[in-house]
């Protein structure tokens, strides 16, 4: 009798411990467990349902997570900010917003096949891994980063 217990009670930890979730993986379906950065970026699945651009006039973002960051980079289509986040448990280090030209782009401190994995989860839609031509891009385009070949972006535009 004592086998059987110890079985179950083996079974159960097992469920539970291989359950657990890392603090910065909040890859969840439940909207409430996402960070205000994941909210702010659930149009990447789909590239619509964005509320991100740089106001010119005001000198910021429209969006509240930009309060107190200040650009890395600033031109007359885009807008680029150095950020420490994650998305869905990938480290991002930049995210790029509209300014005049409709693009969000975020790196993420990882190879390109590992975050291939990882958003063929995440985007049911799927994604793209080069640009199509003359299209709206209704899923994003997953690439190896232009400025480093261990970093990857996921872009909408």
Same mark, same amino acid.
């Given at each position: ?11 159960? #930890?097992?469920?539970?411990? #291989? ?25 990447? $699945?789909?590239?619509?349902? #964005? ?7 005001? $000198? ?5 997570? #930009? ?8 031109? *007359?289509? &885009?807008?680029?900010? *150095? ?21 969000? *782009? ?24 080069? &640009? ?26």
């Amino acid at each position: 009798m004592s086998k059987v217990v110890f079985v179950f009670m083996f079974l159960i #930890f097992s469920v539970f411990a #291989f359950s657990e979730v890392d603090s910065k993986d909040s890859a969840t379906t439940n909207n409430n467990e996402l960070s205000e950065f994941e909210v702010m970026l659930e149009g990447m $699945k789909t590239c619509s349902g #964005f509320d991100l651009y740089y106001d010119k006039n005001l $000198k910021r973002s429209i969006h509240p997570f #930009f309060i107190g960051k200040t650009p890395s980079y600033i031109d *007359d289509d &885009y807008v680029v900010y *150095d950020v420490e986040e994650y998305y869905y448990g990938m480290k991002v280090l930049k995210i790029t917003i509209p300014n005049r030209f409709p693009v969000v *782009d975020i790196e993420i401190d990882e190879d390109v096949e590992s975050v291939k994995v990882k958003v063929g989860k995440l985007f049911v839609n799927g994604f793209h891994l080069v &640009y199509p031509p003359d299209e709206k891009l209704d899923k994003p385009v997953v690439e190896k980063s232009s400025s480093d070949d261990k970093r990857t972006n996921i872009t909408c535009d």
